[in-house]
């Protein structure tokens, strides 16, 4: 039978602020796509106080949440102490229990410990179950037997095995930095597994996780999961790292750890720029690790109100546009149309085409403003060159790196086992443009962005090349400024002809996210 490992970070009482915690959660999340969690199931174990402040960010990472303690009473008047209901109640389905901190610092017997596991099974909850010696039993080659103690007090108490996972932690390699070796580490757990099966029943020694837990960190990790009876880690000071995400990618590598170099070796090779890569090495890695990244419906609330362009207080102010770009993404084809060209090549009326409207569209801004308006492509390299060859009959525009930047390439995925597709008869078909998500790393790694920072430019109005209603509103530019928001959206009602395209909710928990973006 094979036991799904499973890590658990035990924070204990740390870190000292809020903050920290939030700089850890924002260090894993980078790391994340090295990690298969179909492979690994991990447990994050914060002090008592914060065992709900980080709930959305855990489940975003996939990781649960676990308590590292709880009362062995039910309800009532126990000053300070909390019960395993309560915590089923907050929604949590772990706690630790029997940690050796416990037993030597809070004075908690084997008795204590099978009373609490005695309620937990009650309220439905897993259990970690921490066993282990100190130095002296084992040097007194005590060590099974004080592991058979403390688990046979908690024996009788249990009755569903599903939820009880043991962690063996020797004393004496917690927090010393003193692992057991594999060898050590095996042996141990080998005779707890033994006992189990002696005293329940062999099925459940078979399928019982048993944890190791003492001084684990990313260097030894790989050694230790070799080994047979060892089916995780209970992981303390490490925990507490970025680098608690190499301790459980050791535990189950995702795809990308396998795959990633071919990708980034055919991306340099190919000449992407730094930007581009990054971008895509961060979606693979989404793609990779089978993470769910659909929001629920019971995450989120409609939108009730927004802001309406009648309402807003603020004087139009057209000096605001010597600071702002107007950009239109060009990147598309019109494939769907029965064109292989840029989308924008169509012809919409009097002989002009979508390009050539929003040429008119600037040269008529430019006079009724009196300024020189700034405008830019974002072409994608399949519609750069036509799109170009367009637009040079409108001098004025600008041309080359003045008028548009391209976006970038990705390399496509072979959807059976995520390596970089190959066509050898005409390597063109391996790429294609990641889409209009991509106008960040594109402005980027192009170095358009820094050109347009160093010319003074601060605002930037973006809106498809085939969408002639978009046009800039000084109204809504002086709003924009003035807000200090780094991004707004101007929407409009729905017609009936909506069936596609963005829709807007607001996060339960977060501020306004409004689906189209890439965030
Ligand atoms: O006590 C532990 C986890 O519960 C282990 O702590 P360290 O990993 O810091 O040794």
Redesign the pocket.
Known sequence: MSRKFIV?G?W?CNPKTYKECNELLKAWKKALPNVDRSKVEVVI?PPALWLTSFTESFEGLGFGVCAQNCGKTDAGAFTGEWTAANLVDLGLKWT?LG???RRSLYGETDEDVAEKVGKCQEAGLGVIL?IGEKLEEREGGKTDEVNKRQLGACLPKIKDWDKIVI?Y?PVW?????KVATPEQAEETQKAIRAYLSQAVSSAVAEKVRIQY?????PENCAELIKQPNIDGF??????LKPSFMDIISAVGPSKMVEVWPAYASKMEKEGCNQAAIDAFKYNFGVLSSGADVMLPESKLDPVESLPTYEKLKVKPDARLLKKTLILKLNGGLGTGMGLDKAKSLLEVTGGNTFLDLIAKQVANMKKEFKTDLKFMLMNSFATSADTLEALKKYTDLGTGSDLEFVQNKAPKVTESDLSPATWEKDSSHEWCPPGHGDLYPAMLGSGTLDKLLKKGYRYMFVSNSDNLGATMDLKILAHFVQSEAPFMMEVAERTDADKKGGHLAQSKVRQLIPSLIPW
């Open positions: 658990g035990n204990k174990c630790l940690h050796s901190e921490c962690a932690e390699a917690i927090g010393t930095g837990g003492g001084s684990v960190n209970l992981v303390g000071g490490a925990s």
